[in-house]
């Protein structure tokens, strides 16, 4: 009820005897969550493109376009989990003086899944960078490769991890919903 309304609206809407109390909330949306899972398994196949190519042809620049192509993907997954972060349910609250936002159980669960996703998003981007950087710069190439190595299991566990938590969220929300 408090969606589109000012502070002083608000007020005088409760002061009339109405209640902010929502008893549905609606779930945060399916196609948003398998968009953000999608994107982020798509730059995980293109930075293992890109180091699989390295380690068998040993051209650095096919690991900095797959590494590339990796961060610019990642980044676009942070825009939707920031989107998917506005859209998190809150409430509207009055006790005696203090006015205030509140989360539900599942509003609470979603923001910390959310800014969990946005902090492992950000590591990938860290990772990514560092492999860019290196790949500008002469080094041995068994150093270059373990490093490429080690960040692209990284990113394929936190794609995976991705869509596995998406297939939970968006089945309890299914089951609960119906």
């Known amino acids: 009820p408090a969606r589109g309304r000012t502070m002083e609206q608000i007020q005088a809407f409760l002061e009339d005897g109405g209640s902010m109390v929502v008893n549905h909330e609606s779930p945060l949306s399916r196609g948003l969550a398998w968009s953000i899972a999608a994107v982020v398994v798509a730059s995980a196949t293109a930075l293992w493109w890109g180091e699989r190519t390295y380690r068998s042809h040993g051209e650095r620049m096919s690991l900095r376009v797959g590494t590339s192509g990796a961060l610019l993907l990642t980044v676009t997954s942070l825009v939707l989990i920031v989107m998917q972060l506005r859209s998190v349910p809150q409430y509207w609250r009055t006790e005696a003086d203090s006015q205030l936002f509140i989360y539900s159980a599942y509003g ?33 190439a068994a150093t270059l490769g373990s490093h490429a190595t080690l960040v692209r299991m990284f990113w394929v566990w936190v794609a995976l991890s991705t869509v596995i938590i998406t297939t939970v969220v968006t089945t309890l929300t299914t089951v609960s919903g119906s």
């Open 108 to 140: 609470s669960s979603m923001l910390a899944i959310g800014l969990s996703a946005l902090i492992h998003g950000a590591i990938l981007v860290f990772l990514g960078l560092g492999i860019l950087r290196r790949t500008s710069r002469p080094s041995s």
